[in-house]
């Protein structure tokens, strides 16, 4: 089984910083990594796939990188609007999804 | 424009099979490369993934809960449909299904909560 390490689990920020979020697997995904917002009581919204490719509509704030089993997603500027949980989701393999990182605005 | 809906019993007994249905619309099951997946999501916690079935009828389970899982789909009806045997408090959560792309997942119903209680 592909083991997804999401880290942190919170995080606290200011509007207008840059916030990274990471995720590390056991075995390489060959960048098949997708990252998730998902507010409170809503399904996820997809926001980045294969690793680095932003999804349509998706502010272009958000980015995702990595490869092989490191991979980040960063929000460049943080708005109010991007409190939420985050969740990394691997597709390599079957399916596996992180812990979640839930986002706080300062 | 695709959307899915999940259906089922809110209230499920320990020992209890529970049934979900997932109905689609938007795309057809038979597409090729089309797959619909379900994931569960316990209040508070992380989100896990169950079950995916393919355009072909290709299925795939999670490995720690394949013995009691089953996914099948009537095209016709544009339904998916998941069991889950055996249902026990740890079980209860938020199911979702969800439209499996080359995008992983970029479509999402909107969740239906199954709580296990006697």
């Known amino acids: 089984d592909i083991q997804m390490t999401q880290s942190p689990s919170t995080l606290s920020a200011s509007v207008g910083d840059r916030v990274t979020i990471t995720c590390r697997a056991n075995?390489?995904?060959?960048?098949?990594l997708a990252w998730y917002q998902q507010k409170p009581g809503k399904a996820p919204k997809l926001l980045i796939y294969?690793?680095?490719k932003l999804e349509s509509g998706v502010p272009s704030r958000f980015s995702g990188s990595g490869s092989g089993t490191e991979f980040t997603l960063t929000i460049s500027s943080l708005h109010p609007d991007d409190s939420a949980t985050y969740h990394c989701h691997q597709y390599s393999s079957y399916s596996t999804f992180g812990q979640g990182t839930k986002v706080e605005i300062k | 424009q695709i959307t899915l809906k999940e259906s089922g019993p809110t209230l499920v007994k320990p020992t209890q099979t529970l049934t979900l249905t997932c109905t689609v619309s938007g795309f057809s099951l038979s597409s090729s490369g089309v797959g619909v997946g379900w994931i569960r999501q316990p209040p508070g916690k992380a989100l896990e993934w169950l079950a995916l079935?393919?355009?072909?009828?290709?299925?795939r389970y999670s490995p720690s809960l394949k013995s009691r899982l089953s996914i099948t789909k009537d095209t016709s009806e544009n339904q998916v449909v998941l069991t889950m045997t055996n249902m026990d408090p740890v079980d209860t959560a938020t199911y979702y299904c969800?439209?499996?792309?080359?995008?992983?997942?970029?479509?999402w119903g909107q969740g239906t909560l199954v709580t296990v209680s006697s």
């Open positions: 079935i393919y355009w072909d009828d290709d299925k």
């Open positions: 075995y390489s995904l060959n960048s098949y």
């Open positions: 294969k690793a680095s």
């Open positions: 969800a439209y499996r792309g080359v995008k992983a997942y970029p479509y």
